[in-house]
């Protein structure tokens, strides 16, 4: 181990990840929250999130078009 990037996807990868449920998503939990630890939390592009967590380019693209497809919802409304 030893980086920082090493010890965040272990511990995705054995502590948060959510039971199995491909069918709800067309992803697991697991690879949801691989690719939303690489490339949101430490700000890997898509392309090094996939060879550094073993998750399919095509995966990491789905969840972050999920993530973008919601980003409304963080956003602070406008008050008159």
């Known amino acids: ?4 990037l090493e010890e965040a ?15 709800e998503l ?10 939303l630890v ?12 996939a060879q550094r967590t073993g998750v399919q380019p095509d995966v990491i693209a789905r969840v972050r078009a999920r993530v973008d497809s919601v980003a409304w919802k963080r956003v602070v409304p406008h008050v008159l």
């Open 9 to 23: 996807l272990q511990t995705v990868a054995q502590s948060i990840c959510r039971p199995f449920a491909p069918h």
């Open 38 to 49: 690489a490339t949101m939390d430490l700000r890997l592009s898509p392309e090094e999130a």
């Open 26 to 35: 067309g992803f697991t939990y697991r690879d949801a929250d691989l690719t």
């Open 1 to 4: 181990m030893g980086t920082l």
